[in-house]
Every structure is written in C-alpha cells, then in structure tokens.
C-alpha cells in the first residue's frame, strides 16, 4: 500500500466531549480503559468516514499508552484527525484529553493511533482521496461536538428519538456554557424546540453551540442540530434550542457569575 506524505498535511478534527458519570468510572473513581478506548474508536470511526466516505471497519490500533486518569465529574475531549492516507485505509490519531468543569485544568490522559479500511463494494470509492493541505478553520469560540446515531437510539421508524436528541442538545449546551463560566451551573429551561428534519440511523450529529449572552448568575446558549449522511456528506439542520443555565453555590443557591 503506497502511504501518502503527511507532512504538513493533516486532516480537520472530529471532536467527542462527553462528561464522565458514575456508570463509566471505577472503584476508584477514574474513567474506565475500556470506555476511553470506545470514545477514541467512535472518534476514529467518524473522522474517517468524513474524510473517505466509504464504509469503515476499525483494522487495528498502535499502542496506546493511559498517561492520567479522567475522574468523575470530568469532560473528557475526544480528538481526531487523519493524519495518513493509502489506497482503501486510514490512519487517524487521536488524542484524550481530562478537563476539570470548574477550574479549566486539562491534562492529556491518553494517545493512539486507529487503522481503519474500507469495505470494498458499490458504495466504495476507491483510491480514497489524499490529505488536504491546510484544512479550513472552524470559528473561534463556538463548541462544535460529534456525536452518531446507533440503533438503540432510534425508533420504529429508524430516526433518532426526539428525548435523546434532547439530551444530547442539553450536554452540549452544558458543556459551552460551564467553559465560559466556569462555576457550578444547572439547567434553568430551555425554550420550544422544533424538529425540522429527521436523524437516521448510522447518521453523524455535529452540535455547535455558542454562548449568546451572560447575566449576572445565568449564561444563554444556542445550539443548533445537524445530521450528517457518513456515505454522501449530505447535511440537513434538524433543530435549534436555546438554553438558559444557572451558577448556584453549595446550597443550591443563584450565584454570580465571576468570568476570567
């Protein structure tokens, strides 16, 4: 298989921000290894798919070394770019990285690389398309997470159920509004919500939100939903929420907000 040259070449991030609960940590209180490396293949699997636009099957991964622990409570961003392109096959790396909600401290915990192949048929183009020089820019301050619709997540009729698309337009709408303000934040409400387009099985969702505006105790955020066909590129937006989150001290109580 002929490898292209990476150098200065790399592909545009994928990213993963999940919170770790209870249900995912040990007895110890960290993330378990086997839930960091279903991220990172998740993450792997999607940057990929975006890039070749084929069906991928995970091959193999590198060494992978855990450096830190991610502790419950914690964000952990998940990252991936292609970084290697042959024939049918890709490499992606991708990165872990433990982010404490409340005072921004980050610390990578771990790094791999994935190969990935795709499966020869009619809906695989092969050779897959080389590595872009200089891939564009995403807007600075606006939080764009990946996420992928499995079955268990769907209905009878093969799209996303209204209650988990919800939830993660909510975990996204968390995650920007305690990186803007970095305290302890609960949801206050969230205005009506309208569904314009379906999310099917096997699609990708991308959630952008972005922080609209801060009071003295509440911060607002928009977050729009858009689904993502991995075989055709297709996009279509399939809803937009607003959420407005409350700072609240160790009692439960409104609190300021105190922004760097």
């Not at 499995?150 to 337009?169: E, I, K, S, V, W």
Request: net charge neutral; with cysteine; charged share 20%.
């Amino acid at each position: 298989m002929t490898i292209q040259d990476p150098s200065e070449r790399v592909g545009p991030a994928v990213q993963l921000i999940d919170i770790v609960f209870p249900g995912d940590a040990n007895h110890h209180g960290t993330l378990f290894g086997g839930v960091a490396l279903a991220h990172m293949d998740k993450v792997a699997f999607l940057a990929a798919s975006r890039h070749g636009r084929a069906p991928f099957v995970t091959a193999s991964s590198k060494k992978i070394d855990f450096a830190a622990p991610a502790f419950e409570g914690e964000m952990v961003e998940v990252t991936g770019r292609v970084v290697r392109v042959g024939t049918s096959s890709l490499e992606i790396e991708v990165e872990l990285i433990a982010e404490a909600p409340v005072s921004g401290e980050r610390r990578l915990c771990t790094r791999g690389r994935f190969t990935l192949v795709a499966r020869k048929g009619p809906d695989t183009l092969l050779p897959l398309p080389p590595l872009a020089l200089n891939p564009t820019a995403k807007p600075e301050g606006v939080l764009r997470l990946a996420e992928m619709v499995f079955p268990g997540q769907t209905n009878h009729y093969g799209t996303l159920y209204g209650g988990d698309a919800l939830r993660m337009m909510g975990k996204a709408a968390f995650i920007a509004a305690t990186r803007r303000a970095r305290a302890v934040l609960v949801m206050a409400s969230s205005e009506r919500i309208d569904f314009t387009a379906p999310i099917g099985e096997g699609d990708m969702v991308e959630l952008v939100a972005d922080v609209t505006k801060t009071g003295r105790s509440s911060i607002h955020v928009t977050v729009e939903l858009w689904s993502e066909a991995l075989l055709s590129g297709a996009r279509r937006h399939a809803a937009t929420a607003r959420f407005t989150l409350v700072a609240v001290d160790a009692e439960g109580r409104p609190t300021a907000i105190q922004l760097a």
